[in-house]
Nanobody, 126 residues
Framework: EVHFVESGGGLVQTGGSLRLSCEVS????????IGWFRQAPGKEREGVLC??????????YYGDSVKGRFTISSDNASNTKYLQMNSLKPEDTAVYYC?????????????????WGQGTQVTVSS
């Protein structure tokens, strides 16, 4: 059974930083893509940042709104993925989800990812 443990969300002022963590366990495949998605109130879930390999290598997709501000990294020993968010803006306020994709498509689309974490709230105050 696949388990995700997400943490790191919270309240931060504009211009601040947060680092989200996602520990993945029980995945039935040796390799998979990792994605970070977010959903703001009244909006559809969008892809923030995806990487095609679970060890942190491979191709990386950045959503247009986060390029230059967000990065992804991995601690392979603990199988934990991180989303580093810098220069945060009020429009970054959302519930952030970690997800895994075993299909190998390399697409950063919600419908492609088949395993999802519980989400963590990020609120950026102006």
């Amino acid at each position: 059974e696949v388990h995700f443990v997400e943490s790191g969300g919270g309240l931060v002022q504009t211009g601040g930083s947060l680092r989200l963590s996602c520990e993945v366990s029980g995945f039935p495949f040796d390799d998979y893509a990792i994605g970070w998605f977010r959903q703001a109130p009244g909006k559809e879930r969008e892809g923030v940042l995806c990487i095609t390999r679970s060890d942190g290598s491979g191709d990386t997709y950045y959503g247009d709104s986060v390029k230059g501000r967000f990065t992804i990294s991995s601690d392979n020993a603990s199988n934990t993925k991180y989303l580093q968010m810098n220069s945060l803006k009020p429009e970054d306020t959302a519930v952030y989800y970690c997800a895994a994709d075993s299909s190998g498509t390399g697409l950063c689309l919600e419908e492609v990812f088949d395993y999802w974490g519980q989400g963590t709230q990020v609120t950026v105050s102006s």
